[in-house]
Structures are given as C-alpha cells and as structure tokens.
T-cell receptor, first 117, second 111 residues
Framework: DTGVSQDPRHKITKRGQNVTFRCDPI?????LYWYRQTLGQGPEFLTY????????KSRLLSDRFSAERPKGSFSTLEIQRTEQGDSAMYLC???????????????FGQGTRLTVV | DAKTTQPPSMDCAEGRAANLPCNHS???????VYWYRQIHSQGPQYIIH???NNETNEMASLIITEDRKSSTLILPHATLRDTAVYYC????????????FGSGTQLTVLP
C-alpha cells in the first residue's frame, strides 16, 4: 500500500511538552496538507505545502505550531508547549496540483491522535 | 468557499440504494463538487468528484443538477461497512484548494 502514512498513530504527552508528528505523502504528490479534527467535528485545515514551500497557513495554526516539508517529500508538524486544547486527531493529506479547470482528489492518512494530559 | 448544506443524519437498509443530498447553491461555474466519507476513527476517504456531468466509479455515482446548485451521492447497494459520515465539499478557489469540511451526513446502514 503506497498511501499516505502518518507516525505515530497515537501520542500521549504531558502539558507543556513538545511533540512532533510525521507524514509521508504519496510519492508523486506535490501538495501536502495538515488538518486537525476534534471530537464530533469535521477536519479543519491547518496548513498547505506545494513541494517544499509552505504556501498557506490557517489562523488556527498558532505560534506554537510549526510545519516543515524539507526537500518536498515527507512533512513534520511540531507542537511546542502543548496545551490540553491541542488534544485532537492530526490528519495529513496529499494530492497532485491541477489546473483551475481540473479537479484533483486528496488522499488522507489515518491520522495521529494526540492526547495532552 | 461555496457553502454546502447536508442533512445531519440518514438511515438506509442494507442492500438498498443510499441517496445522500447536498445543496451548494452558491457554487461558481468552475468549482467542483467533492464527496468524502469518514468511517469512525479513520482518516477521510475520497469517494468521487464532478463538475457538470454525472459521474460514476466503483464506489458511487454522483448526480449533479443542471443548474449545479445541488447534487446527490448514490451508493447503489449499501452495506454495513458504508456506515460513515459523508461530506459534500466545494473546495476554496485559492491556490491551496483546501477542503472545508462541514458537519456532513451521518449515514447509518441498518441490517
């Protein structure tokens, strides 16, 4: 299976600690997205990369959050000084870019479930 | 983003067709309609997308009205494994084309 993979699947951390998640997109996909999903809600967009460039960030992405995609391949999402409100599922998705008149689907990983205690 | 409206929940008998409606009355001429679903505790799964014409793949059919203001996702023979939250999405026009997930429709397939 060459789908989107995320690691770890689950992470429990103490408040104030830093955590880092990894996403490996589908190999030929140049776009990579991070989303956050809290219980009972749909996923919310956090940030987006086209190749190695981070082109858009949501206002949900506070200063404690940072994402990278070195060399345009895998991506990491780091949360510094975690808070209980950061507890959520963090989802990664990848897709191919397409012209404005073409649709292109995004493929999601299984997510990393973060619990801050 | 074009706003979408979906019923919060629907039931369907196993083996019957599930028809999930979506309203997107503010959609513009070159915006696609996408459908995703999310089975409990899993990442969203792409189902199908379309622009103007009806589309069919191995998972589902998508019927888009002529005025493009609404669409219907059809699962022709629903199984228990199709129980999930189904999201109808019209992505943003910006370069990111990120997906804005609403509340979706919780489809429950009943035995």
């Amino acid at each position: 299976d060459t789908g989107v993979s995320q690691d770890p699947r689950h992470k429990i951390t103490k408040r104030g600690q830093n955590v880092t998640f990894r996403c490996d997109p589908i190999s030929e996909h140049n776009r990579l997205y991070w989303y956050r999903q809290t219980l009972g809600q749909g996923p919310e967009f956090l940030t987006y990369f086209q190749n190695e460039a981070q082109l858009e960030k949501s206002r949900l992405l506070s200063d404690r959050f940072s994402a990278e995609r070195p060399k345009g391949s895998f991506s990491t999402l780091e949360i510094q000084r975690t808070e209980q409100g950061d507890s959520a599922m963090y989802l990664c998705a990848s897709s191919l870019s397409a012209g404005k008149r073409k649709g292109t689907e995004a493929f999601f990983g299984q997510g990393t479930r973060l619990t801050v205690v | 983003d074009a706003k979408t409206t979906q019923p919060p929940s629907m039931d369907c008998a196993e083996g019957r067709a599930a028809n999930l409606p979506c309203n997107h009355s503010t959609i513009s001429g070159n915006e696609y309609v996408y459908w995703y679903r999310q089975i409990h505790s899993q990442g969203p799964q792409y189902i199908i997308h379309g622009l103007k014409n009806n589309e069919t793949n191995e998972m589902a059919s998508l019927i888009i009205t002529e005025d493009r203001k609404s669409s219907t996702l059809i699962l022709p023979h629903a199984t228990l494994r199709d129980t999930a939250v189904y999201y109808c999405i019209v992505p943003g026009r910006g370069s990111a084309r990120q997906l804005t997930f609403g509340s979706g429709t919780q489809l429950t397939v009943l035995p």
